[in-house]
């Protein structure tokens, strides 16, 4: 495995931040197309809470991000334009096109990162992803969770792996960088099944990783499930110990994005652990020092 840190560093020559951003668009997992309320763990934002309004232009929102990440990031750090809330190729594959290209067109900008559903790639969106790939790089991540279907279905994934493996493929077969987020804790899931989900990606060929644990947020229909006693989150050492044992399979050129994400706060509910960001960055420096 590598990080993201030190693969960026390679690749670009310097460090490289993710400046968020929101395209106009839906999932069609919540607009009735594929189901409606989403996947049991998301939020109303699908997971864009730290991207700007959709409303803005897209320059503007890029702009916005790096003057809120300015003061914590080097001068000479290089941007990647991350269409991260909803599923961002749900849409015209003109409108993405558009959106790529103002991305693209901003100074700062050096690589794309595009947040979506295997089940919305169509050839006309692959083609448009492409055009863009060939113009600077560009990461498509995948929310794959988990490669068994009887555990998606039971949160509403709303696909069948099989759609995420050719996904896959058909991403890379046009030269199309893929990262696949998985997350550790879904109700049902013993460390074995996690664990065949991290080797299921990386046998599919996905070209990074994004590791999280489950969140529980508020207005998500985990959250009932979760006051009344019906699922658990993990704690800390619990979740790091599969986050370890998952790193023990990865092979050597398979970039770790994540080791594990953050909720937004004011929608978390458990574990509470994750709240603490900077706790959870002195864990994972002392527990993974060697391999990270
Ligand atoms: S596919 Fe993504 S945006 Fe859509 S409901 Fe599931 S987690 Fe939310």
């Known amino acids: 495995m590598i990080t993201a840190a030190k693969y960026f560093k390679e690749k670009f020559g310097h460090k490289m931040y993710k400046a968020a951003i929101s395209l106009d668009v839906t999932c069609p997992n919540r607009d009735g197309k594929v189901g409606k309320g989403g996947c049991a763990f998301c939020s109303a934002g699908g997971s864009g809470e730290f991207a700007s ?3 803005l232009p897209v320059r503007e929102q890029i702009d916005d991000a790096i003057a809120r990440l300015s003061r914590k990031v080097p001068s000479d750090t290089g941007y990647i334009a991350y ?3 909803f599923t961002s190729t749900y849409c015209d594959p003109e409108y993405l096109r558009i959106s790529l290209n103002e991305a693209m067109d901003h100074p700062k900008v050096e690589a794309l990162s595009v947040a979506t559903r295997p089940d919305c790639l169509p050839e006309e969106i692959l083609d448009v992803l492409e055009e863009a790939a060939g113009r600077m790089p560009l990461y498509v991540e995948l929310g794959l969770q988990t490669c068994d279907d009887v555990i998606a279905d039971s ?10 493996d050719e996904a896959v493929a058909a991403l890379r077969s046009r030269g199309i960088n893929v990262i696949t987020h998985i ?3 879904l109700p049902g899931e013993d460390k074995d099944m996690m664990l065949r989900s991290v080797k299921h990606a990386v046998e599919q060929g996905t070209d990074g990783l994004k ?5 529980i947020l508020k207005n998500t229909r985990y959250e009932k499930l979760y006051e009344d006693g019906q699922i658990e989150v993990l704690d800390q050492q619990e979740y790091f110990d599969i986050v370890e044992e998952a790193l023990k399979n990865v092979p050597e050129d398979t970039v770790i994005h994540r080791l594990t994400g953050d909720g937004p706060k004011s929608l978390l509910i458990a574990p509470m652990w994750t709240a603490d960001k900077r706790q959870v960055i002195n864990y994972i420096n002392r527990r993974f020092k060697n391999l990270i």
Request: some cysteine.
């Open 53 to 55: 309004s959709c409303v």
């Open 83 to 85: 269409f991260q809330s």
């Open 155 to 164: 949160f509403g994934r709303g696909y069948k792996t099989h759609v995420y």
């Open 183 to 185: 997350i550790f804790g």
């Open 211 to 215: 590791f999280t644990c489950l969140y």
